[in-house]
T-cell receptor
Framework: GAGVSQSPSNKVTEKGKDVELRCDPI?????LYWYRQSLGQGLEFLIY????????KSGLPSDRFSAERTGGSVSTLTIQRTQQEDSAVYLC????????????????FGEGSRLTVL | SQKIEQNSEALNIQEGKTATLTCNYT??????LQWYRQDPGRGPVFLLL?????KEKRKERLKVTFDTTLKQSLFHITASQPADSATYLC????????FGTGTRLQVFP
């Protein structure tokens, strides 16, 4: 597609349920990033992928959060046993330019998946 | 500890004036610094990138400076317009982009 696509755009779930959020990056982009943005807050880094590998998982808030990327393309962020504090917008971005372990160019963001945990 | 601070949570200016937004960081040595614009309910959109060996970068009405000694970047919008109203985020490049908390700019007629 022309841009980064995320689904669902909105998800309302009950506390304790599992959710899966999907990100379809721009074709050919090797780097993929997940961020979380709570209401009125900045972007909190969660995890990034280079190809299918996740060199840095340090931002995942707890072991209830996991992410995978297959075929160097689509990524899924899974939150198990959701809690109310997980409510936020989850943003995915992809990038073509990543050299020597540094982001050297712009990130292209999707519109986000808004998660509400009741 | 590592920090990125955008000094003003909100900035209100009159149309036609120059808006200046500040980004300060500590305990980072980024090779690149980026600025993004975010509108309500949307993902951030890239505006400008500046390298550590560049002092200034311009694009149309936008200007960014990067002072690695002061560990500061300034973002200027000249001849501001109501359509420039948005949240502006600075971000440091490491192996990922680390974002500041953003400054909400409101340009009123």
């Amino acid at each position: 597609g022309a841009g980064v696509s995320q689904s669902p755009s909105n998800k309302v779930t009950e506390k304790g349920k599992d959710v899966e959020l999907r990100c379809d990056p721009i074709s050919g982009h090797t780097a993929l990033y997940w961020y979380r943005q709570s209401l009125g807050q900045g972007l909190e880094f969660l995890i990034y992928f280079q190809g299918n590998s996740a060199p840095d998982k340090s931002g995942l808030p707890s072991d209830r959060f996991s992410a995978e990327r297959t075929g160097g393309s689509v990524s899924t962020l899974t939150i198990q046993r959701t809690q109310q504090e997980d409510s936020a917008v989850y943003l995915c971005a992809s990038s073509l330019t990543f050299h020597g372990g540094t982001v050297t160019g712009e990130l292209f963001f999707g519109e986000g998946s808004r998660l509400t945990v009741l | 500890s590592q920090k990125i601070e955008q000094n003003s949570e909100a900035l209100n200016i009159q149309e036609g004036k120059t808006a200046t937004l500040t980004c300060n960081y500590t305990n980072y040595s980024p090779a690149y610094l980026q600025w993004y614009r975010q509108d309500p309910g949307r993902g951030p959109v890239f505006l400008l990138l500046i390298r550590e060996n560049e002092k200034e970068k311009r694009k149309e009405r936008l200007k960014v400076t990067f002072d690695t000694t002061l560990k500061q970047s300034l973002f200027h919008i000249t001849a501001s317009q109501p359509a420039d109203s948005a949240t502006y985020l600075c971000a440091l490049s490491t192996d990922k982009l680390i974002f500041g908390t953003g400054t909400r700019l409101q340009v009123f007629p």
